[in-house]
């Protein structure tokens, strides 16, 4: 079993002078948290063994570890944690409120939300955005990746920031370049400004854009994938990095092609493994096409790229359980509105398609039906790989309306959890209330997977999943949780 997670992990590289109150979310009853009061201490409560919310002790700064080589161990400790995005202000829909970045760190007994830090801009040596909407110190979840540059054992946090606009006679643009927030071995990060990473002369112009991680020829050093934002390549940067921020060598031969990068993930154990790279073209709500860069060990990526079905949803795993990397690609529920536009072509409405790694013909299955009741697809909601019975073969993750189901093999496993009846002074409709999954990892090293499932207020978290404020942490597919817990704004 190869644990994993869907979003960024963070370098633990300072303690955020403002934390951000975790809250407790129960997994028992009507999930209901709002007459809980927080701690008075620090505005943290967690779930208890009953599911049922308290208050820890303390809020505890993470031990340092002796380092690890997974890139999502942020202390080095050798228990897997979790990056959250926590939003800062009385309104997490807000799309110009500031953002943070919270870590929870995994133990022996799984995550342990008394056990974290919140992030800000400052706090990882980060230049001001020019151009940015929100405040000096804001930080989105959604523009960092970490990955063990240097190879020193302690993740480092890698955050695209927009500069200054430049002109470089075709596009007008802000400049975006990765910065390096260095991981160490004391928690804390070991320079007081971030480095800004070396790019190829031929992108240094404009900068890069969707920056993703992986080990893409398979070495044992962590690499950085890009795309040129004058359109010229793909961008490869192999690592290992230097404190100055060059990478060991580039590669600027694959073509460009507009849309975003989809990364299979580092192997945690520290096994050198070949990470493949997607490619999803860009889309205007309906499903849009991939290009699969296939990995092999000590050969650059393919060059020509394979050509997969449509679909907005993505998940790297081993999904028959033969040992090698396959790639599941589907349908996400997402849907262009316009007239003539709103339905999908049957091979691809309703369905997913994982291309397995031994290059057999891709397998076809059906995702669940959304309830005759509900006028709407049962996304949009992207996969994730999960092995939450450690038997080495993952099952694909999908989100529904209803709130997740588990595909292993011809096995179909609902996965429940909901929000609070009430929020925000206002009742929560019964559609609204469901939980949507994001990922799976292995919090506490048992070898099984938990399951990560996220709910929101507002209607960004309705129709897209965005600003979630509530987590539940699952025991794999059971009705258990590991733990709870709730966001509100610092």
């Known amino acids: 079993m190869k644990p994993r997670t869907a979003l960024p992990a963070l370098a633990v590289c300072a303690v955020c002078a403002v934390l951000a109150p975790l809250t407790g979310c129960g997994s028992g009853g009507d999930g209901d948290s709002t007459s809980r009061k927080p701690s008075p201490s620090d505005g943290t409560a967690s779930a208890s063994a009953s599911g049922v919310p308290s208050a820890p002790a303390e809020s505890r700064r993470p031990v340092a570890g002796k380092g690890s080589k997974d890139p999502d161990d942020l202390n080095g400790d050798g228990f897997r944690d979790l990056v959250v995005p926590v939003s800062v202000g009385d309104d997490p829909n807000d799309p110009d409120s500031d953002q943070r970045i919270g870590v929870v760190y995994g133990s022996a007994k799984g995550l342990d939300p008394s056990t974290r830090t919140v992030h800000g801009r400052g706090d990882l040596g980060l230049p001001e955005s020019p151009g940015s909407q929100t405040g000096p110190d804001s930080v989105s979840a959604e523009s960092v990746v970490t990955a063990d540059l240097d190879g020193d054992g302690f993740p480092d946090l890698v955050t695209s920031v927009a500069g200054e606009t430049v002109d470089d006679g075709r596009i007008s643009a802000a ?14 990060a070991d320079v007081p400004e971030a480095t800004a990473v ?3 002369r031929s992108v240094t112009k404009l900068g890069v854009l969707s920056v993703v991680r992986g080990d893409f020829d398979g070495d044992g050093h962590h690499d950085l994938a890009a795309l040129a934002y004058n359109q010229s390549s793909l961008v490869l940067l192999y690592g290992p990095f230097t404190r100055a921020g060059a990478p060991a060598r580039t590669d600027t031969g694959l073509p460009w092609k507009e849309g975003n990068l989809v990364a299979d993930d580092i192997d945690p154990s520290g096994e050198p493994r070949a990470t493949s790279l997607l490619l999803h073209d860009l889309n205007d709500g309906g499903q849009s096409g991939n290009t699969l860069y296939a990995a092999r060990r000590g050969a650059p990526l393919a060059g020509d790229g394979k050509q997969l079905r449509l679909g907005n949803a993505h998940a790297f795993g081993d999904f028959d359980g033969d040992g090698r990397r396959d790639v599941a690609v589907g349908d996400d529920g997402g849907r262009n509105d316009e007239p003539g ?6 091979e691809v409405a309703g369905s997913l398609a994982v291309y397995p790694g031994s290059g057999a013909a891709p397998v076809t299955r059906q995702l669940p039906e959304a309830p005759e009741d509900l006028s709407t697809y049962y996304g949009p909601g992207g996969f994730a790989a999960a092995d939450p ?9 999908v989100a529904t309306y209803e709130g997740a189901t588990l595909i292993d093999g011809d096995r179909r496993v609902p996965v429940l959890r909901q929000g609070p009846a009430k929020a925000d002074g206002r009742k929560t409709p019964a559609k609204w209330r469901h939980a949507r999954p994001v990922a799976a990892a292995d919090f506490d090293d048992d070898g099984k997977d938990e399951l990560i499932l996220t709910w929101g207020s507002g209607a960004l978290f309705g129709l897209y999943g965005r600003h979630p404020t509530h987590w539940w942490i699952t025991e794999g597919t059971t009705s258990r949780d590991q733990t709870s817990f709730a966001l509100t704004g610092a």
């Open 175 to 188: 400049r975006t370049v990765p910065y390096v927030t260095w991981g160490g071995a004391d928690g804390d």
């Open 198 to 200: 070396r790019l190829p």
């Open 341 to 346: 536009f709103e339905t999908e072509a049957p």
């Open 389 to 397: 019975d450690g038997d080495g073969r993952d099952g694909v993750l």
